[in-house]
């Protein structure tokens, strides 16, 4: 079934571990995006990839990174997790510039 | 910067029309879009709009006026289905990187 996968669905983690969320999505968009949402703050973008091998910062890069081996997958890794990245992570891809974009069922992350 | 603002919270009846609007600001624009998300769950396209006026689908209606930065997101016929978070997003530039709105939680009451 043609989409984009997350995983894992929900983690508790411990402040000060290191954590990659997975992101894959089989629509072999070049575009993908990763997103944090929390209560009364909207979508925020953390990272994107235009297209495989290039990435770029958003809106609230700082303690997360992103890599773009390949068209399908897109992680992020919080290096040393603090209880302020406490979220729900969305993970986002899009064909065309401007074009919809089709998003993950979203990983719920609790920093403890 | 680039920012968005629209209503934190709106209700209606079922049958009833609603309009959730949408003010922006940006350093350039590349059009709106609306989203469409079910108690936290994967928001969904709605629609985009690139040059002003409406455009139709369905139930669903969205406009655009470029010269009041505004646009707005029209729901006819309002079914309990509807009850959800409708986001409005702008590009941050040509590519394709999108800045929402903090949302309208709709609720459809019967």
């Known amino acids: 079934i043609a989409g984009i996968t997350q995983a894992p669905t929900s983690q508790i983690l411990a402040a000060g571990r290191r954590m990659t969320l997975r992101c894959t999505q089989d629509?072999?968009?070049?575009?993908m995006y990763w997103y944090r949402q929390d209560l009364g703050l909207g979508l925020r973008l953390i990272h994107y990839?235009?297209?495989?091998?290039?990435?770029g910062k958003g809106e609230v890069p700082d303690g997360y990174s992103v890599s773009r081996a390949n068209t399908d997958d897109f992680p992020l890794t919080l290096a040393s997790a603090v209880p302020s990245q406490t979220s729900v992570y969305f993970c986002a891809s899009s064909d065309r510039v401007h074009n919809e974009q089709f998003f993950g069922p979203g990983t719920r992350l609790t920093v403890l | 910067g680039q920012s968005l603002e629209q209503p934190s919270e709106v209700t209606a009846v079922e049958g009833a029309i609603v309009q959730i609007n949408c003010t922006y600001q940006t350093s350039g624009f590349y059009g709106l879009s609306w989203y469409q998300q079910h108690d936290g769950g994967a928001p969904t396209f709605l629609s985009y709009?690139?040059?002003?006026g409406l455009e139709e689908t369905g139930r669903f209606s969205s406009f655009l006026s470029r010269s009041d930065s505004y646009g707005y997101l029209l729901l006819q016929e309002l079914q309990m289905k509807d009850s959800a978070s409708y986001f409005c997003a702008v590009p941050y530039n040509q590519g394709g990187k999108l800045i929402f709105g903090q949302g309208t939680e709709l609720s459809v009451k019967p």
């Open positions: 629509m072999r968009h070049n575009a």
């Open positions: 709009n690139a040059l002003d």
């Open positions: 990839s235009n297209t495989a091998g290039t990435t």
